[in-house]
């Protein structure tokens, strides 16, 4: 006897009422992304460590940018990701979390995570247009960098390894380099 399990997919408006209620635990490590709840990878110290080095990289951004760490980005309807960066424009509302149109560059670190990054949240940032995505991969000491984004994903995607540098779209004159995002090398 085949089962067919129907699958109830959730709005943003319910997903926030679920935390609101207490259904969904502020503390807990799950985001809403294309109407399903997905739990997040814990994060390990070498993930944090990184977003940390991120962090402190983009602060020489000054005024230029809003830093949001592990915060949701609203992408619509369906869809509230909790990117580990985001890179926001001055001025973006403080009364709700920002949306697509706020974010300047969005950042993923993942290890264990990193393929349901490139293929769960990738396709979201494109389609809402968000300019520019980062892939920070810990296994691969690499970081992917996505621009050109569209309905089908983003158009341009190139690898950076280490010894190289990156400059973002944002920032054009900040050149860098993946060994400071990635840390020391031969890290756990």
Do not use: N
């Amino acid at each position: 006897m085949a089962v067919s399990v129907q699958r109830r997919s959730f709005t943003s408006v319910e997903f926030w009422r679920m935390v609101e209620t207490g259904i969904i635990r502020e503390d807990e490590r799950v985001e809403l992304l294309d109407g399903a709840i997905v739990a997040m990878s814990p994060i390990g110290p070498r993930h944090a460590w990184c977003v940390k080095r991120l962090v402190r990289i983009f602060a020489v951004l000054g005024d230029r940018v809003v830093l949001s760490v592990q915060d949701p980005v609203h992408l619509g309807a369906r869809s509230d990701p909790q990117p580990d960066l985001a890179l926001l424009r001055p001025g973006t509302s403080q009364r709700e979390h920002p949306g697509a149109a706020d974010v300047l560059l969005v950042i993923e670190v993942g290890s264990s995570s990193i393929a349901d990054d490139r293929a769960l949240k990738a396709p979201l940032y494109a389609r809402a247009r968000i300019a520019e995505l980062w892939l920070v991969d810990l296994v691969a000491e690499r970081v992917e960098v996505h621009r050109e984004p569209g309905p089908g994903g983003y158009r341009l995607v190139r690898s950076f390894g280490r010894g190289e540098r990156i400059s973002p779209l944002l920032a054009p004159e900040l050149a860098i380099g993946v060994d400071a995002i990635l840390g020391p090398a031969g890290e756990p």
